[in-house]
């Protein structure tokens, strides 16, 4: 069974930087993309960033785009998050997932995902 562990959120100010980490296991990672998502208070998760296999394939959702930079590493088994000029409106819990081949779509059950705080 895959297992999904974030780690690196904390409470910021706007403007502020964090980088998220999430340690994967139990698929093949290099096999696999990889995501982040997001899900605010009393909003449904949403995807906000995506690696292929091939490390130079990235995808972004506009709100993020510019500010927000996926990376991973194989041997490591492990996909990051960097997060800069931070938002109030980036708040939210984020967690990790492998991804389905032709979707921006999680596949395993959620990990307990990583606070992200940004103060105004």
């Known amino acids: 069974q895959a297992q999904l562990v974030e780690s690196g959120g904390g409470l910021v100010q706007a403007g502020g930087s964090l980088r998220l980490s999430c340690a994967a296991s139990?698929?093949?990672?290099?096999?696999?993309?990889m995501g982040w998502f997001r899900q605010a208070p009393g909003k449904e998760r949403e995807f906000v960033a995506g690696i292929g296999r091939i490390k130079a394939i990235t995808y972004y959702i506009d709100s993020v785009k510019g500010r927000f930079t996926i990376s991973r590493d194989n041997a490591k088994k492990t996909v990051f998050l960097q997060m800069d000029t931070l938002k109030p409106e980036d708040t939210a819990v984020y967690y990790c997932?492998?991804?389905?081949?032709?979707?921006?779509?999680?596949?395993?059950?959620w990990g307990q995902g990583t606070q992200v705080t940004v103060s105004s």
């Open positions: 139990g698929r093949t990672f290099s096999a696999f993309r």
């Open positions: 997932n492998f991804l389905a081949d032709d979707a921006w779509v999680p596949l395993e059950s």
